[in-house]
């Protein structure tokens, strides 16, 4: 099994940024979709992001598009997460995730559906103050 592991979360201030990664163990992940997700106290885990394999098609939340940009290193075997003017809803814990099928298209928004991963890594804090 894939595992992946983040880093990068902490503290900062409101209209600061971050960037996240999440690493993979295997060798899996560099053809699987890569997702995060986040998931504040008492909330729902919550889609922020998606990349295709090879990085052709990205998908973003309503919540953080214009903000936060997803991006992959296949040679690293690691996927970032880039969060731009950071606002205190956007404290939450940031996971990313793995998707083993190899021959899912966009065609529908699976993507964003949280049980449709396959491996998750523990995920990262990420607390924005005001």
């Known amino acids: 099994q894939e595992h992946l592991l983040e880093s990068g979360g902490g503290l900062v201030q409101t209209g600061g940024s971050l960037q996240l990664s999440c690493a993979a163990s295997?060798?899996?992940?560099?053809?699987?979709?890569g997702a995060w997700f986040r998931q504040a106290p008492g909330r729902e885990r919550e889609f922020v992001a998606a990349?295709?394999?090879?990085?052709?098609?990205?998908f973003y939340a309503d919540s953080v598009k214009g903000r936060f940009t997803i991006s992959r290193d296949n040679v690293k075997n690691t996927m970032y997460l880039h969060m731009n003017n950071l606002k205190p809803e956007d404290t939450a814990v940031y996971s990313c995730?793995?998707?083993?099928?190899?021959?899912?298209?966009?065609?529908?928004?699976?993507?964003?559906?949280?049980?449709?991963?396959?491996?998750w890594g523990q995920g990262t804090q990420v607390t924005v103050s005001s």
């Open positions: 295997g060798r899996t992940f560099s053809q699987n979709t």
């Open positions: 995730a793995g998707d083993v099928s190899k021959t899912r298209t966009y065609t529908t928004d699976w993507y964003r559906i949280a049980a449709r991963y396959d491996y």
């Open positions: 990349i295709s394999w090879n990085g052709a098609r990205i």
